[in-house]
C-alpha cells in the first residue's frame, strides 16, 4: 500500500509545519500578540457590525470587500505619509494568506524567492508550498550590527541570485530592526524583473523618525508594502492582513484569490475595528514603554538585547538558549525560541507581564548567561 509520505510532494517530504508553542501559561509573550484584550466599546461595535450582517449570511459575501479596502486606504493615507486609493489596497485573512497570493501569482515551478535571514519565518515555508525555490539571502553589516542589512550587501545578492521575489522585512521578525529606505530603493532598482515586498506587520510599534516604504509605492509598480492588523490593532484572532501596491498589480492577486475569500463577519469585523482606530491603538505607546524597558534591563544583566522597532526584543548573551527557554516555562513564562544560537525572543506585553519575566532573569543571568571571552 503505498503510504502518505510517498503521495506526498517530494519537494514537501520531511519538512515540518510551522507552529510556535501554543502552552495555557500565566505569561505568554512568544508570538509577538498584543497583551492587552480589545476594549469593551470596540467589542460593542464588533458586535454590532457582525449582527447586522447575520441575516444575510445566506448570501455570499462582497468579492471585491469594497468597503474594507476604501477604510484600509483611508486609514494607510492618514499614518502612512502618502495617500492611497482603494484600488490600491489587498486584503486576506492574515498577512500570510496575502503572502500566498504574491507567490502564487509571481512565484511558482522554476521561479526563485531571496529573503535576508533571519527573518519572518513564514517567508520561506510559503514560498516553497507554491513550488517556487528559496534561497536563503545574508545578514550582517561590518563595524555595525550582525543583523543588520546595507544597501551594499542586499544588492549584490539580488544581482548574484536574480530572484523574481524579493522579501524584505522592516521591522525584521525576529531582530526588531528597521531598513532605510535607502535598502528598498536599491534593491528594487537593482531587481527589475521582481516584485519588491517590504513586510511591515510591526510598523505602528516604530520609534519615532523610523519611515515606512509606504511614500516609495508611487512610480514603483513592482513594489509591495505588507501589514496586518494581529499586532498593534490587538486583533490576532480577527485574522486580517493587507498589502498596498500598483493597482495593476493588485489586479493580477484577483486571478490567485479564491471566490469570496473573505468572509462578511471577517469584513465587518475588521471595518469595526478601523472605525475604532485609535482606542485600539491606544496601548501602543505603552507597548513600545515596555519594550525599551526590556532592552535598558536586560543589557544592565549582561545581556545582549538588539535595540528594537518592533513589540518584541532579541536577546543574546545567553550560554544554553534551550535551558533558558525552559527555565523560564518553568516560571509559568513562556516566550521564543527562533533557532539562533545563545539568543531568545520576548514579546513586549503588559507592565505586570515585563516584571514577571525581568523578575525571571534576574535570577537565571547569573547562571545562564555566556561567559564574555577574556
Same mark, same amino acid.
Given at each position: 500500500?503505498?503510504?502518505?509520505? %510517498?503521495?506526498?510532494?517530494?519537494?514537501?517530504?520531511?519538512?515540518?509545519?510551522?507552529?510556535? +508553542?501554543?502552552?495555557?501559561? +500565566?505569561?505568554?509573550?512568544? $508570538?509577538?500578540?498584543?497583551?492587552?484584550?480589545?476594549?469593551?466599546?470596540?467589542?460593542?461595535?464588533?458586535?454590532?457590525?457582525?449582527?447586522?450582517?447575520?441575516?444575510?449570511?445566506? /448570501?455570499?459575501?462582497? @468579492?471585491?470587500?469594497?468597503?474594507?479596502?476604501?477604510?484600509?486606504?483611508?486609514?494607510?493615507?492618514?499614518? =502612512?505619509?502618502?495617500?492611497?486609493?482603494?484600488? %490600491?489596497?489587498?486584503?486576506?485573512?492574515?498577512?500570510?494568506?496575502?503572502?500566498?497570493?504574491?507567490?502564487?501569482?509571481?512565484?511558482?515551478?522554476?521561479?526563485?524567492?531571496? =529573503?535576508?535571514?533571519?527573518?519572518?519565518?513564514?517567508?520561506?515555508?510559503?514560498?516553497?508550498?507554491?513550488?517556487?525555490?528559496?534561497?536563503?539571502?545574508?545578514?550582517?553589516?561590518?563595524?555595525?550590527?550582525?543583523?543588520?542589512?546595507?544597501?551594499?550587501?542586499?544588492?549584490?545578492?539580488?544581482?548574484?541570485?536574480?530572484?523574481?521575489?524579493?522579501?524584505?522585512?522592516?521591522?525584521?521578525? +525576529?531582530?526588531?530592526?528597521?531598513?532605510?529606505?535607502?535598502?528598498?530603493?536599491?534593491?528594487?532598482?537593482?531587481?527589475?524583473?521582481?516584485?519588491?515586498?517590504?513586510?511591515?506587520?510591526?510598523?505602528?510599534?516604530?520609534?519615532?523618525?523610523?519611515?515606512?516604504?509606504? $511614500?516609495?509605492? %508611487?512610480?514603483?509598480? /513592482?513594489?509591495?508594502?505588507?501589514?496586518?492588523?494581529?499586532?498593534?490593532?490587538?486583533?490576532?484572532?480577527?485574522?486580517?492582513?493587507?498589502?498596498?501596491?500598483? +493597482?495593476?498589480?493588485?489586479?493580477?492577486?484577483?486571478?490567485?484569490?479564491?471566490?469570496?475569500?473573505?468572509?462578511? #463577519?471577517?469584513?465587518?469585523?475588521?471595518?469595526?475595528?478601523?472605525?475604532?482606530?485609535?482606542?485600539?491603538?491606544?496601548?501602543?505607546?505603552?507597548?513600545?514603554?515596555?519594550?525599551?524597558?526590556?532592552?535598558?534591563?536586560?543589557?544592565?544583566?549582561?545581556?545582549?538585547?538588539? #535595540?528594537?522597532?518592533?513589540?518584541?526584543?532579541?536577546?543574546?548573551?545567553?550560554?544554553?538558549? &534551550?535551558?533558558?527557554?525552559?527555565?523560564?516555562?518553568?516560571?509559568?513564562?513562556?516566550?521564543?525560541?527562533?533557532?539562533?544560537?545563545?539568543?531568545?525572543?520576548?514579546?513586549?506585553?503588559?507592565?505586570?507581564?515585563?516584571?514577571?519575566?525581568?523578575?525571571?532573569? @534576574?535570577?537565571?543571568?547569573?547562571? &545562564? /548567561?555566556?561567559?564574555?571571552?577574556?
Amino acid at each position: 500500500m503505498t503510504s502518505i509520505e %510517498q503521495l506526498l510532494r517530494p519537494d514537501l517530504r520531511g519538512r515540518t509545519a510551522y507552529g510556535a +508553542p501554543q502552552l495555557e501559561v +500565566p505569561v505568554r509573550l512568544n $508570538t509577538n500578540e498584543n497583551s492587552y484584550a480589545v476594549p469593551d466599546d470596540v467589542v460593542a461595535a464588533i458586535v454590532a457590525a457582525v449582527a447586522e450582517v447575520a441575516p444575510t449570511l445566506n /448570501r455570499y459575501p462582497d @468579492r471585491e470587500f469594497t468597503r474594507l479596502r476604501e477604510d484600509l486606504a483611508s486609514y494607510l493615507t492618514r499614518t =502612512g505619509g502618502v495617500a492611497l486609493d482603494p484600488a %490600491q489596497l489587498w486584503a486576506g485573512n492574515g498577512s500570510n494568506e496575502v503572502l500566498l497570493h504574491l507567490l502564487q501569482a509571481f512565484g511558482g515551478p522554476e521561479r526563485t524567492a531571496l =529573503g535576508f535571514t533571519p527573518a519572518y519565518s513564514m517567508h520561506p515555508i510559503i514560498t516553497r508550498t507554491t513550488g517556487t525555490r528559496w534561497v536563503d539571502g545574508l545578514r550582517g553589516v561590518p563595524g555595525a550590527g550582525e543583523f543588520d542589512l546595507d544597501a551594499e550587501s542586499a544588492v549584490s545578492q539580488v544581482k548574484e541570485h536574480q530572484p523574481h521575489l524579493v522579501f524584505l522585512c522592516s521591522p525584521n521578525n +525576529p531582530t526588531g530592526t528597521a531598513l532605510g529606505l535607502d535598502v528598498v530603493e536599491a534593491v528594487h532598482e537593482a531587481a527589475p524583473g521582481a516584485v519588491v515586498v517590504v513586510d511591515e506587520a510591526y510598523a505602528e510599534f516604530a520609534r519615532p523618525g523610523t519611515p515606512s516604504a509606504l $511614500t516609495l509605492l %508611487q512610480g514603483r509598480p /513592482r513594489l509591495v508594502v505588507t501589514r496586518t492588523m494581529s499586532k498593534a490593532f490587538a486583533l490576532a484572532g480577527g485574522r486580517l492582513g493587507y498589502l498596498a501596491a500598483d +493597482p495593476e498589480l493588485v489586479d493580477a492577486l484577483r486571478l490567485v484569490r479564491m471566490p469570496y475569500h473573505l468572509s462578511a #463577519p471577517t469584513q465587518a469585523v475588521a471595518c469595526a475595528a478601523l472605525e475604532h482606530a485609535g482606542a485600539l491603538l491606544d496601548t501602543v505607546e505603552t507597548i513600545k514603554g515596555q519594550r525599551d524597558r526590556i532592552v535598558t534591563e536586560l543589557a544592565a544583566m549582561g545581556l545582549r538585547p538588539v #535595540p528594537s522597532d518592533a513589540n518584541f526584543v532579541l536577546f543574546g548573551g545567553l550560554d544554553d538558549e &534551550h535551558a533558558t527557554w525552559q527555565a523560564l516555562l518553568d516560571e509559568g513564562i513562556l516566550i521564543r525560541d527562533v533557532g539562533l544560537p545563545h539568543h531568545l525572543r520576548v514579546t513586549a506585553g503588559t507592565p505586570e507581564e515585563t516584571d514577571a519575566f525581568l523578575a525571571a532573569m @534576574r535570577a537565571l543571568a547569573p547562571t &545562564h /548567561r555566556q561567559e564574555q571571552p577574556a
